[in-house]
């Protein structure tokens, strides 16, 4: 297990519970007690850690190593059900965008999102979660046949951007993302949203536009990260913490400008800590909002999600 900096004392906690423990298992004393005082006082730290967390800690948190990432949550929620679809039938297949069917129940979806890396090898394999065109191509491909065949539409957003290379741009990265936005609006199935992990600029937008978008709780949302804004503004990355307090980007600010729908609470602890529970608190959450979503006609459902998005940033001053 990895940690940050803040989680240091959780750190020594738990190495102080194992040696308890294994103090215990080795010799005749008693520790009993101790190892109840130490697991009370984890409980207690994990609590006010998790509880006044700073918007550049949640930033952190959101980039978690032990993190889980699209495919965990996939594998978690369909179990042996899920079957990837491969290709825009253009250019190539993005691994930076992976989606195919799956079930929950007897309810089939369409998974769509980006998948980051676990190594180094992973990572470049997956081109750090970065789609190219070809990735939002074949995410918009899947998107119309789940129309086609009247199966729901869940996105796990989780990148740092969009890829930003010279051959992305040549290929039509901006006019990949818009024409995803489009489509999305209009698309006459159901669309949930999961934000997972970084939901950075228009690379998230690309695979964002939903009937109702969840945020996990120590995930961010916003037009640029913390870093890149503070290099912009004071040539510097020493001031990103600054950058993510002024850019609004947590779920709480964002359910309080009326951008996401839903805060998805994670396990005190973080989604790192705790991957099953938080599995199951989203796979109820999807099947949840799908309920209510299913009740809607085609027309209805477009409609609402049309407003929905034209309604954003409206000002009454």
């Known amino acids: 297990m990895e940690y940050l900096d803040f989680e240091l004392p959780i750190k020594e906690l738990e190495e102080q519970l194992d040696k308890c423990m294994i103090i215990g298992e080795e010799s005749d004393v008693d520790v009993t007690e101790t190892c109840k005082q130490i697991e009370k006082k984890l409980l207690e730290t994990r609590k006010d850690i998790y509880k006044n967390l700073t918007a550049w800690q949640r930033v952190q948190l959101s980039r978690h190593p032990n993190r889980p990432y699209t495919l965990d949550y996939i594998n978690a929620i369909c179990g042996e059900t899920f079957l990837e679809l491969h290709g825009d039938r253009n250019v190539k297949d993005d691994k930076a965008m992976i989606g195919g069917l799956g079930k929950i129940g007897d309810q089939s979806f369409m998974f769509v999102g980006q998948q980051k890396g ?26 119309k046949s789940a129309e ?21 741009e040549e ?41 109702k978008v969840l945020m996990l709780e120590n995930t961010w949302y916003s037009v640029i990260s913390p870093e890149s804004c503070s290099s912009i503004l004071w040539r510097s990355w020493e001031y990103k913490e600054i950058a993510a307090e002024a850019l609004k980007l947590t779920a709480t600010d964002m359910k309080k400008l009326k951008i996401i729908d839903e805060i998805v609470r994670e396990p005190v602890g973080g989604a790192h800590s705790y991957r099953d529970k938080t599995f199951e608190i989203v796979k109820n959450k999807i099947l949840t909002h799908f309920e209510e979503l299913k009740k809607l006609s085609p027309k209805d459902l477009v409609n609402k999600r049309m407003d929905k998005y034209a309604n954003m940033g409206v000002f009454n001053g």
Do not use: W
């Open 171 to 211: 290929r039509g990265q901006g006019e990949a993302i818009a024409r995803n936005i489009l489509e999305m609006t209009r698309l006459k199935v159901p669309i949930i949203v999961v934000i997972i992990g970084e939901g950075a600029s228009g690379g998230a937008l690309g695979i964002g536009v939903g009937d």
């Open 148 to 168: 086609k065949f009247n199966v729901p539409v869940v996105c796990f957003i989780d990148t740092p951007g969009a890829y930003p290379g010279i051959e992305a």
């Open 118 to 143: 676990y190594n180094t090898k992973t990572r470049q394999y997956r081109n750090f979660g970065m789609a190219n065109p070809e990735g939002y191509r074949k995410a918009l491909r899947l998107m």
